[in-house]
């Protein structure tokens, strides 16, 4: 097995999510005792997200390059960047480092088209909702995606950094993420992405009408069967776009979160 290099911390909430998936995933493949090898470089989410709110993006991109690179020192075969909103830097991280980045937008995109669904709405912090970086990969990758009115965007963004990010659940806040969902699925969106990893924090499949597409479950699958399968390059490095079992991805990851919750 490859080893993974993740940037976290943004939040370690939704970080030590991922390690978990990661060690499930790979046992779940390899069966016993097995658990994945993967190094971790966590910034502190505090810094960055002062950068985010002063755009100063820029800067950001600058010290999670230096995350990146730090994780190449200690051995990692590819990165990950533990978090949706901080792929605006994606560029950034992938230009400082010789192994391959494995971009999150395109591990959701490879889920939402193999379980056979086009529009789907997506919720994130603003940054992800708003700007191109993200929702346009998506959109380039042949999805239609829309997202909430002005008033479920503030919302959304406001329940993932005053509460979920700071280890806060609250059931008034699932409430409204149901209403936010509901008007999603009345303007169209056949499935909802889940486009901050803390949201999954939050939600489960039953929260919602429509197939939920977790994007932090989706990223840790892409790394391991990444890691069990490219060369130590990172030459060939894809996400795995094949639904497994012969059953639409989508569908698949509604069973397997009711399973585990």
């Not at 391991?224 to 990851?253: F, H, I, K, M």
Request: net charge negative.
């Amino acid at each position: 097995m490859k080893t993974i290099g993740l940037i976290g911390g943004m939040s370690w909430e939704s970080t030590a999510e991922y390690y978990r998936l990661l060690n499930e995933f790979t046992r779940d493949r390899l069966g016993g005792l097995h658990s994945a090898r993967c190094v971790l470089c966590s910034v502190d989410f505090a810094d960055i997200e002062q950068l985010q709110v002063q755009g100063r993006w820029a800067e950001a991109g600058d010290a999670l390059a230096a995350a990146a690179r730090s994780l190449e020192a200690a051995g990692a075969d590819m990165v990950l960047i533990c978090t949706n909103t901080m792929h605006k830097v994606a560029d950034t991280v992938a230009a400082a480092v010789s192994v391959p980045l494995l971009h999150l937008a395109d591990a959701t995109a490879a889920a939402v088209r193999a379980s056979g669904l086009r529009r789907v709405g997506l919720l994130g912090t603003a940054f992800t909702m708003e700007q191109d970086f993200y929702r346009g990969r998506l959109e380039a990758a042949g999805l239609d995606v829309t997202v909430p009115d002005a008033e479920g965007r503030a919302l959304v963004h406001q329940v993932i950094y005053e509460e979920l990010c700071r280890g806060t659940v609250r059931e008034e806040s699932r409430t409204a993420y149901r209403k936010v969902i509901r008007n999603l699925v009345s303007a169209g969106a056949e499935g909802i992405i889940l486009g901050c990893t803390e949201i999954e924090l939050l939600l489960d499949p039953e929260d919602s009408p429509v197939p939920l597409f977790p994007t932090s479950r989706l990223h840790a699958e892409a790394a391991v069967t990444a890691a069990l399968s490219c060369p130590a390059s990172g030459e060939g490095l894809q996400v795995d776009e094949e639904p497994r079992n012969g059953e639409p991805r989508g569908e698949v990851l509604r069973e397997e979160r009711v399973v585990q919750g």
